[in-house]
């Protein structure tokens, strides 16, 4: 058999336990694979306690690269690469190539200090010692050139797999109220502290006080997580009246089902590694207009902003802009979702492959 051009050493990929999580990297080694590549893919198994978890990744990523002189693609750099800078120290020959993903670049406030040094410590000597670092944006690509001091020239954009254009496109949408005042509003993504699921459900506490929005509207949190239950409680009378539910991580189908059902869509995270954000881009080619408080990610995708209401600098100006989204016309809303569209193209899963091709060279 022949031996692998390329291995992916990632702490996040799909298993049975978690079929969700780290899809991007399973869809990125697809991708690679389908464009002729032979690669081959190390990931975490979660089946055990996460120290032992850690102890069997890291012993069976060692011993593999300790021979390998082909390239160790390595997803999430601070947990995955340890074993990885040890083997290279054994075997110059092997070429390691990182992709940062958010935190593990750029650590989060509430992770604690002794946590974020140690995450900075290993982002640094893995930065020695590969030959490619590549990022999720532009946006992001300035933040770490400048933060660790890195030859721009090393450092390559690919928006972690992209976005599978032929999937998340623009549906028939369901028959809807002629009331112009009935929207549906959405937001995804796990609901842990700094992703907004909490911040989005004070807002709309407030927003459903206003007379005019106090009927008409109706929202769907999709996703699981410590902050879920705290926001419901907020919520609880609108989830009693059917404006508000909450529904678990679901399939891809359905979830494209939701996007397209949806006239707006909330990104809301407050995190520092918030790198790029997949599912803004889920949610526009599905034909949602998106709202979003400024990070990086919304910075890259949200440049073309002609209503000015995309882009949010805190709460209150979060609530303030959602409401006047919600005001506008269908057709206005439509207007805008095409011109993120056409800017976000090259997003599209395709392109992205065809780049990251090139780059694992």
């Given at each position: 058999m022949s031996k692998p051009e390329v291995i992916y050493i990632t702490n996040m990929y799909p298993s049975e336990e978690r079929p969700y999580y780290g899809t991007?990297?399973?869809?990125?080694?697809?991708?690679?694979?389908?464009?002729?590549?032979?690669?081959?893919?190390?990931a975490l198994n979660n089946n055990k306690s996460k120290l032992m978890s850690y102890i069997f990744f890291y012993c069976k990523t060692f011993s593999r690269l300790v021979r390998f002189d082909g390239i160790a693609y390595i997803h999430y750099v601070t947990h995955s690469a340890p074993p990885a800078l040890v083997a290279k120290l054994f075997n110059p020959k092997l070429k390691i190539i990182l992709h940062f993903h958010g935190s593990d670049a750029f650590p989060e406030k509430n992770e604690g200090n002794f946590r974020r040094k140690i995450k900075k410590i290993i982002a640094k000597s893995a930065i020695r010692l590969s030959y490619k670092i590549v990022v999720p944006s532009d946006e992001f690509k300035g933040k770490?050139?400048?933060?660790?001091?890195?030859?721009?020239?090393?450092?390559?954009?690919?928006?972690?797999?992209?976005?599978?254009?032929?999937?998340?496109?623009?549906?028939?949408?369901?028959?809807?109220?002629?009331?112009?005042?009935s929207k549906k509003i959405l937001f995804v993504g796990r609901m842990i502290d700094g992703k907004g699921a909490l911040l989005f459900a004070r807002i709309l506490a407030e927003i459903f006080k206003l007379p005019e929005m106090s009927t008409g509207v109706s929202v769907t949190f999709v996703g699981q997580g410590?902050?879920?239950?705290?926001?419901?409680?907020?919520?609880?009378?609108?989830?009693?009246?059917?404006?508000?539910?909450?529904?678990?991580?679901?399939?891809?189908?359905?979830?494209?089902?939701?996007?397209?059902?949806?006239?707006?869509?909330?990104?809301?995270?407050?995190?520092?590694?918030?790198?790029?954000?997949?599912?803004?881009?889920?949610?526009?080619?599905?034909?949602?207009?998106?709202?979003?408080?400024?990070?990086?990610?919304?910075?890259?995708?949200?440049?073309?902003?002609?209503?000015?209401?995309?882009?949010?600098?805190?709460e209150n100006d979060m609530k303030e802009k959602l409401v006047?989204?919600?005001?506008?016309?269908?057709?206005?809303?439509e207007l805008i979702n095409s011109e993120l569209i056409e800017e976000?193209?090259?997003?599209?899963a395709e392109q992205v492959g065809l780049s990251l091709n090139e780059i694992l060279q």
């Open positions: 991007f990297v399973q869809n990125s080694f697809k991708k690679i694979t389908q464009l002729g590549r032979y690669a081959a893919v190390i770490i050139v400048e933060a660790y001091g890195i030859d721009g020239g090393a450092v390559f954009v690919n928006a972690s797999a992209g976005v599978d254009a032929s999937l998340f496109k623009k549906g028939a949408r369901k028959q809807r109220s002629a009331d112009e005042s410590p902050e879920k239950q705290s926001a419901q409680k907020i919520l609880e009378n609108h989830i009693a009246s059917g404006s508000v539910g909450f529904v678990d991580f679901v399939s891809q189908a359905e979830l494209v089902r939701y996007y397209q059902e949806a006239d707006i869509f909330i990104f809301a995270s407050t995190r520092e590694g918030e790198s790029l954000g997949l599912v803004l881009i889920e949610a526009i080619f599905c034909g949602a207009v998106p709202i979003a408080l400024r990070n990086v990610a919304a910075s890259s995708i949200l440049k073309s902003d002609s209503s000015g209401f995309l882009v949010a600098e805190s006047k989204l919600l005001r506008l016309k269908r057709e206005e809303l976000n193209k090259k997003y599209d």
